[in-house]
């Protein structure tokens, strides 16, 4: 093979690794900037966080710091993962720029208003979690308190405790877009989702039972809006199918997109 041959092949990957870096610096720079900016409101945001439990403290009970560096640490971290879920709008840019060149149309006009959904089922799963469930959840836990036992949670325990929650409702709250994709690219179709039904809700159930207290209301909470939020990516996946014969038209257009050239094509 020619030294010319070669190059051809090297320069499309360089060309990505290139792009690559540049995305994930700006993410990066967007991240330290929201933390420069929120790291002297640090003890405020953990003091928000930690309202949920504090109303059901008993009466001069308080939250404590077993270790040296907690008082610190713990909102500090805190602070980092706030600066990162607000910086998620950035970072999800900054990826569709860098795979966007290589989409045909009919897949851009899918994959704008998934992405923009994704990240407003992420907050709101996130603020689900946080007015409606901690509430509950922090209630149940402190009425189960048996006698004789001081409720005094340590702060870096409850703050690793609401992130896994935090997470872990953003994502379920991300059913629509998972069941959405597996219909648009064809792993399952509806009438098999469908079928499925029983089997999604008795998941959603377990799955509330996993991460919520030992209550049915609280399993409930998350159970019905995660079988809520199958149904709805189904409808949407539903609607995509019907207009399938349109896209495949335009995929198998002869003329490419100019939007359509791989990143390793720009200057």
């Known amino acids: 093979m020619s030294k010319t041959s070669i190059d051809d092949q090297e320069m499309p990957l360089i060309a990505h690794l290139t792009e690559l870096r540049k995305r994930l610096l700006r993410c990066t720079v967007a991240i330290l900037l929201l933390f420069a900016g929120l790291f002297y409101f640090s003890q405020q945001i953990y003091a928000l966080v930690a309202a949920p439990l504090r109303a059901y403290l008993p009466e001069g009970a308080t939250m404590i710091a077993t270790g040296v560096a907690s008082p610190f640490l713990t909102p500090f971290k805190l602070t980092m993962m706030v600066a990162l879920f607000l910086s998620m709008p950035v970072i999800l840019h900054q990826i569709w720029s860098f795979i966007a060149p290589g989409l045909y149309k009919h897949e851009k006009r899918v994959a704008v208003p998934l992405l923009i959904s994704s990240i407003f089922l992420f907050y709101g799963g996130m603020a689900f979690a946080y007015f409606v469930v901690f509430p509950i959840m922090f209630g149940f836990f402190a009425s189960v ?123």
């Open 145 to 267: 308190t048996p006698e004789g036992v001081a409720m005094m949670t340590d702060i870096g325990q409850y703050l690793d405790f609401v992130l896994t929650l935090f997470f872990a409702f953003g994502v379920a709250f991300e059913i629509p877009v998972a069941t959405f994709l597996l219909i648009w690219v064809g792993i399952v179709d509806v009438e098999t989702l469908r079928k499925s039904r029983p089997y999604v809700v008795v998941g959603c159930f377990v799955i509330g039972m996993v991460l919520t207290p030992p209550d049915v209301f609280s399993q409930a909470l998350l159970a019905i809006p995660m079988w809520i939020l199958f149904e709805a990516g189904l409808i949407c996946g539903s609607m995509v199918k019907k207009r399938e014969g349109e896209f495949r038209g335009d995929a198998d257009s002869s003329e490419p997109h100019p939007g359509d050239q791989p990143p390793a094509s720009r200057p």
